[in-house]
């Protein structure tokens, strides 16, 4: 879980404006790009993994922070946030590759979406597919859990069960949604700004 901090500047002059939505978006697709550099690395597990004291191979958070260094791009105009940017891919990816290690769930690797808000006809698109969808998609380990309290006969336990899951998989595409929505970097003027104050 990662927790999200919203802020708001008040009375932000233009160029300030136009500097911090630099800054933010061209923060996020470096973190995007190193991330997908990481998962794309030739033999990542090998090179990240180290034996614990029982001898039972695992992933390294040190191991895996030393490997996003050598991938984070050399000469970064942002330079110090260099550190910051370790540690947020680190996490992530952190997260992925224990879930994975355990084995008990799936997990999708982490990425991280366009900055660019949805367009009209796209949302009013969504909107439609989630008002007429009568059942969201459950997980894989969800639709087991459900079936074994079946066939145990606690049919009552994973009837309520089902409904759960599926409020959280309706609450789960409603908030897809209103990301999509607001994923935009300020308005369509401050994004023109910083297009011009970009130095990529």
């Known amino acids: 879980m990662f927790k999200t901090a919203r802020f708001k500047i008040h009375n932000p002059s233009r160029h300030k404006r136009a500097m911090l939505t630099y800054v933010l978006t061209h923060y996020h697709y470096t973190l995007k790009r190193l991330i997908e550099d990481a998962l794309a690395a030739r033999d990542l597990l090998n090179r990240i993994s180290t034996p614990d004291r029982r001898g039972k191979v695992r992933v390294s958070q ?16 942002l330079a110090p946030l260099r550190d910051y940017l370790i540690g947020d891919a680190a996490a992530m990816l952190l997260s992925h590759l224990k879930k994975q290690e355990k084995g008990k769930h799936l997990s999708n690797p982490p990425t991280l979406s366009g900055l660019e808000p949805m367009t009209g006809s796209a949302a009013q698109q969504a909107y439609a597919e989630f008002a007429t969808t009568v059942e969201f998609p459950l997980k894989p380990q969800q639709i087991e859990k459900i079936e074994d309290m079946r066939d145990s006969g606690k ?10 899951y599926q409020n959280w998989a309706a609450s789960k595409a409603a908030g897809e949604i209103m990301r999509k929505m607001d994923s935009g970097m300020g308005s ?5 700004d910083a297009e011009e104050n970009r130095a990529f």
Do not use: F, M, N, Q
């Open 62 to 77: 040190y191991a895996l922070s030393r490997l996003l260094y050598t991938l984070a791009p050399k000469g970064w105009s």
């Open 155 to 164: 049919t009552r336990v994973a009837e309520r069960i089902e409904k759960v």
């Open 188 to 192: 369509k003027g401050d994004r023109h």
